[in-house]
């Protein structure tokens, strides 16, 4: 009986170091974009088929917005949106940084790497 009681306790105490005591901040990237838009063709020519496969899209998934439509009810963006394509780093549905337009694969994922460094969502390698 003593056996299968500290069996038991163990399965439990187990369990519970394996389960997050509190919720993890969930991160996404909005690409925000519409029909049309020649940047956001070439962004998702030259990014898109890589991006869910890179550290930086697996510590912020794409989720696209078209601009036309009407803003998503859990997005809360810190000002307008202008501009296709932007791509706006939220954490819990709030606007932590953007990108107004894409110039190009370097720089896109330069400035992306340091958002999310910036706001302790991926490693700065320059700190490393």
Not at 50 to 66: C, E, F, H, N, S
Request: net charge negative; proline share 7%.
């Amino acid at each position: 009986m003593r056996l299968r009681t500290a069996f038991l306790s163990l399965s439990v105490a187990a369990g519970l170091a394996f389960t997050p005591m509190i919720a993890a901040a969930q991160t996404t990237l909005v690409m925000v974009e519409e029909q049309g838009c020649v940047w956001c063709a070439r962004w998702n020519e030259q990014i898109a088929p890589i991006y869910p496969k890179t550290q930086a899209g697996q510590a912020a998934p794409l989720r696209r917005v078209d601009i036309n439509d009407e803003k998503p009810a859990d997005l809360h963006f810190a000002r307008s949106l202008h501009y296709t394509p932007t791509f706006v780093l939220m954490v819990d549905g709030k606007e932590i940084s953007r990108i107004e337009g894409y110039p190009g694969e370097d720089f896109f994922w330069g400035v992306l790497e340091k958002m999310l460094s910036d706001a302790d969502l991926m490693p700065d390698p320059a700190k490393s």
